[in-house]
């Protein structure tokens, strides 16, 4: 039973370093067998012994320990399929669709947490196996976007990010089967998610405590290399950075997988420093050998080449065939897009339009996306080269007679954003206000309007202007629809209110 979780819990993790659908497919077929073998050793009721046992106000306390194990696997298989869903569709219609089965899940996690704590005596392996069902589930809803979470809470969900992260903490520390996963979930939540799709809020002294016993234990882990390489990137320290990844590269070639996340990572690095050139080969290799969004990867490499010309000339033929290539590879999973691909999709149309428009510092455009300037932020140096960059493209586009509206309004953007990062906060606001205040003449990107509602409330919320903060993001929010990178948006204005929420408590 637990030879067949462990291959799935494998399957998943390979699934969540590709994103490919084959792998999710095949993660979930894993899945599937874990349960079914794992059902065979359920307890089994007749009706009267289940009449009875209810009466008496009996539970757990009935089931021998491989029944209990056998339910927790059964949980914990519900709990892989959840996450599967959660990394296969960014708004988690699916896992509301399929709620009933993934509730039931939740609530044997709330009993076996209940039984745990009743006192009864139960062995490490189990209470672990608690620890690590309660926290994943509490942090992965608590991630959700509000609209989302109320769904969810309508079907009986509740997500608590502290109660998740203490749960993941007690299962890190023990030793079990299921501590380093623990570890995994917590260092994953922490360098990942909130650092994607939230601003950045993270726990990153347990973070680092947790990273450190891993590495004393596996220190030719790749995945924790990689995760020192994240702690690196998330502090601005680009140099080590690419280290701890070239490191994870080299420590194994058995899950090449893990080789793409790195060479994703470093390709990041490269467009932090200014080395668009060097970020166009890892995208390369990417598109090359890596299948979860070729599009995305044909329109980086474009962006980062496009990047190395002068804002005067018209792109080259060769960035202008990389872009023809965009549209051919979009792909739909399970009926639908992927959301970045209609993002790079629409650009790339853009720059091949009848008007040839030359798209606008693109690079940096995508580190933006990508949440980026949380990195450049830690770095002064690194932050204050890539305002001069976005002055100049200021200049530029002032000097002209003609220029497109989404052109300013990207560069203000983002010079809005450099400025607050500075601390040079009234000139952060004067900038972000200029693009919002455009959103009805805004024809191409509207989504820039949104977005500089949404990077105005966490100006204020560094000022400490908790209502504006407030009023802004629920303006980015509620006022704006239909545009792309929506969820995204969604993600990173929760994650906003809860830290207004944790600074006023």
């Known amino acids: 039973m637990y030879h067949s979780l462990g291959h799935a819990t494998l399957m998943f993790l390979q699934a969540i370093m590709t994103f490919e659908e084959d792998s999710i497919i095949r993660a979930k077929e894993s899945v599937k067998r874990a349960m079914k073998l794992s059902g065979k050793r359920k307890k089994k009721f007749g009706l009267l012994e289940s009449i009875a046992y209810t009466l008496k106000g009996k539970g ?46 939740f609530q044997s996690y709330k009993a076996f947490c209940a039984f745990v704590n009743s006192g009864v005596r139960i062995d490490t392996e189990f209470q672990c196996g608690v620890h690590f069902g309660i926290g994943s589930f509490n942090l992965m809803i608590s991630t959700l976007p509000s609209r989302t ?81 994240r702690v690196r990137y998330i502090r601005g320290d680009i140099d080590e950075a690419v280290e701890w990844y070239s490191r994870s590269v080299a420590s194994q070639s058995q899950w090449i997988q893990l080789h793409h996340i790195c060479y994703w990572e470093l390709m990041w690095c490269n467009c932090l420093i200014g080395n668009w050139a060097k970020a166009a080969d890892f995208a390369d290799t990417l598109f090359r050998s890596n299948r979860w969004s070729k599009s995305t990867y044909l329109y980086q490499k474009a962006a980062f080449l496009a990047m190395l010309q002068p804002l005067e000339n018209e792109f080259d033929e ?108 009234e000139e952060a606001e004067e900038c972000l206000t200029q ?18 509602r949404m990077e105005l409330g966490l100006l204020f919320i560094r000022s400490g202007d908790a209502d504006k903060a407030r009023e802004h993001l629920s303006a980015a929010r509620a006022n704006y629809n239909k545009f792309l990178l929506e969820s995204r948006l969604h993600f990173r204005v929760h994650s906003a209110f809860l830290q207004i929420d944790k600074g006023e408590t």
């Open 435 to 452: 693009v919002y205040t455009k959103f009805k003449e805004l024809k191409q990107d509207s989504y820039l309007a949104p977005y500089a």
């Open 318 to 425: 060769s960035i202008l065939e990389l872009m023809r290539g965009v549209s051919k590879y979009k792909q739909r999973i399970a009926g639908k897009s992927i959301p970045v691909e209609k993002f790079v999709v629409s650009k790339s149309e853009r720059c091949l339009g009848r008007e040839r428009h030359r798209l606008m510092l693109p690079g940096l455009e995508l580190v933006y996306v990508w949440n980026g300037f949380l990195s450049l932020a830690k770095s002064i140096p690194l932050l204050e080269s890539v305002l001069k960059e976005l002055d100049r493209a200021l200049a530029h586009c002032q000097s002209r007679d003609e220029v497109a509206l989404s052109d300013l309004c990207l560069v203000q953007l983002l010079r809005g954003v450099s400025l607050r990062d500075l601390g040079r906060l």
């Open 60 to 105: 757990l306390e009935v089931y021998t320990q491989e029944e209990l194990h056998s339910e927790l696997v059964s949980a914990e298989c519900l709990l892989i399929r959840a996450l599967l869903t959660f990394i296969q569709d960014e708004n988690l219609i699916s896992l509301i669709k399929g709620g009933l089965k993934v509730r039931k899940c």
């Open 149 to 229: 979470l109320r769904l969810l809470e309508f079907i009986g969900f509740s997500g608590n990010k502290k109660l998740g992260m203490e749960e993941l903490l007690k299962g890190a520390g023990t030793e079990s089967l299921r501590g380093p996963m623990c570890s995994l979930v917590f260092l994953g939540y922490n360098l990942l998610i909130v650092q994607i799709l939230g601003t950045g809020e993270c726990d990153m002294k347990n973070t680092e405590t947790i990273l450190d016993n891993c590495l004393r234990q596996y220190p030719k882990g790749a995945i924790f290399l990689f995760f020192s390489g």
